[in-house]
Antibody
């Protein structure tokens, strides 16, 4: 069965960076997009971007351009999301989510299988 | 402020039907598929509807989706107390800041 296991909670100071990992199993890693979505406490879902694990190409939400980097390691079936220049407003649960179908147009890509989430707390 | 507009809350009694609306524009809902998610407290979202009206395997037919123009609707019939959750619509936005967008979420209370 599809499983996405994320790294543990992090506490960071403003201005620092955080790197969250998401290890996939139960399917062909390079055949499905992986999304990153975050959710601030008591708030809604916010899409951060998407990575194609096959070639490593990415597409980021404009809000995070220049601050977010998504990468993958095909040898370990793991994707990473690094967010830099952290501020208090970045305190949130960060989710990785595998797409529903085999690689296709990004505009029809839909997050389907979700990781358990990683709480990132930014505080001085 | 979300690109897609949902009512903050809806409520209905067990066994009844409820609908949740999601309003957008031609750059998002008007020209792209809509999906819907259920999020129970403390858990990750769960996909209920994709491509406007399709249900993933395992989702009961009590849940339905529809789209008309720049708006979409999630319908839930035969409400159960276990349906009490937050519901989010989502779609692709093809504007200059292209990307996937979500509604602000709707809290469903089953009275």
């Amino acid at each position: 069965q599809v499983q996405l296991v994320q790294s543990g909670a992090e506490v960071k100071k403003p201005g620092a960076s955080v790197k969250v990992s998401c290890k996939a199993s139960g399917y062909t890693f390079t055949s499905y997009y992986m999304h990153w979505v975050r959710q601030a406490p008591g708030q809604g879902l916010e899409w951060m971007g998407i990575i194609n694990p096959s070639g490593g190409s990415t597409s980021y939400a404009q809000k995070f351009q220049g601050r977010v980097t998504m990468t993958r390691d095909t040898s370990t079936s793991t994707v990473y999301m690094e967010l830099s220049s952290l501020r208090s407003e970045d305190t949130a649960v960060y989710y990785c989510a595998r797409d529903r179908v085999l690689l296709s147009q990004i505009r029809i890509a839909v997050p389907y299988y979700w990781g358990q989430g990683t709480l990132v707390t930014v505080s001085s | 402020q979300s690109v897609l507009t949902q009512p903050p809350s809806v409520s209905a009694a067990p066994g009844q039907k409820v609908t949740i609306s999601c309003s957008g524009s031609s750059s998002n809902i008007g020209n792209n598929y809509v999906s819907w998610y259920q999020q129970l407290p403390g858990t990750a979202p769960k996909l209920l509807i994709y491509e406007n009206n399709k249900r993933p395997s395992g989702i009961p037919d009590r849940f339905s989706g529809s789209k008309s123009g720049t708006s979409a609707t999630l319908g839930i019939t035969g409400l159960q107390t276990g349906d009490e959750a937050d519901y989010y619509c989502g779609t692709w936005d093809s504007s200059l800041s292209a990307g996937r967008v979500f509604g602000g979420g709707t809290k469903l209370t089953v009275l």
